[in-house]
């Protein structure tokens, strides 16, 4: 069992995005088995860089305001938005507000690719 806040975890500066700090506050070392959960910091005007990867993401801004690109196509995010992010799309979020955007996102363990289409019902 993991009980705490997740300031107690480490942020660490996300990989080639300046400005953008994510903590991973469930993650295998936890021995979740399946997926992760982080909780990215972006600072104002700084964003994730445009891409895509297999895997799908879950969202929820806990905070603050911005864009999220999927597929060539912008919608506002604030507090409260929930974003679905299927696999293989390509994907951006940005904070276009005065201050931190923060939300929280699930991903399952790059190491699963494959794994999941093995054994989705018929």
Same mark, same amino acid.
């Given at each position: 069992?993991?009980? !705490?806040?997740?300031? @107690?975890?480490? #942020? /660490?500066? %996300? @990989?080639? %995005?300046?400005?953008?700090?994510?903590?991973?506050?469930?993650?295998? +070392?936890? #021995? %979740?088995?399946? =997926? +992760? $959960?982080?909780?990215?910091?972006? /600072?104002?005007?700084?964003?994730?860089?445009?891409?895509?990867?297999?895997?799908?993401?879950?969202? =929820?801004?806990? #905070?603050?305001?911005?864009?999220?690109? $999927? %597929?060539?196509?912008?919608?506002?995010?604030?507090?409260?938005?929930?974003? =679905?992010?299927?696999?293989?799309?390509?994907?951006?979020?940005?904070?276009?507000?005065?201050?931190?955007?923060?939300?929280? !996102?699930?991903?399952?363990?790059?190491?699963?690719?494959?794994? +999941?289409?093995?054994?989705?019902?018929?």
């Amino acid at each position: 069992m993991k009980v !705490c806040n997740y300031r @107690e975890v480490e #942020a /660490q500066v %996300a @990989e080639e %995005a300046e400005g953008v700090t994510v903590r991973w506050v469930i993650s295998e +070392a936890d #021995a %979740a088995p399946h =997926f +992760a $959960m982080r909780i990215f910091d972006v /600072q104002p005007g700084r964003g994730s860089p445009l891409h895509s990867h297999w895997w799908e993401h879950e969202v =929820f801004v806990l #905070a603050g305001t911005g864009t999220v690109t $999927m %597929a060539g196509k912008n919608k506002p995010i604030k507090e409260g938005t929930v974003v =679905f992010v299927p696999g293989g799309v390509e994907h951006q979020f940005v904070n276009e507000g005065d201050d931190v955007l923060r939300f929280i !996102c699930l991903i399952p363990h790059p190491w699963l690719e494959g794994v +999941a289409e093995k054994h989705r019902p018929a």
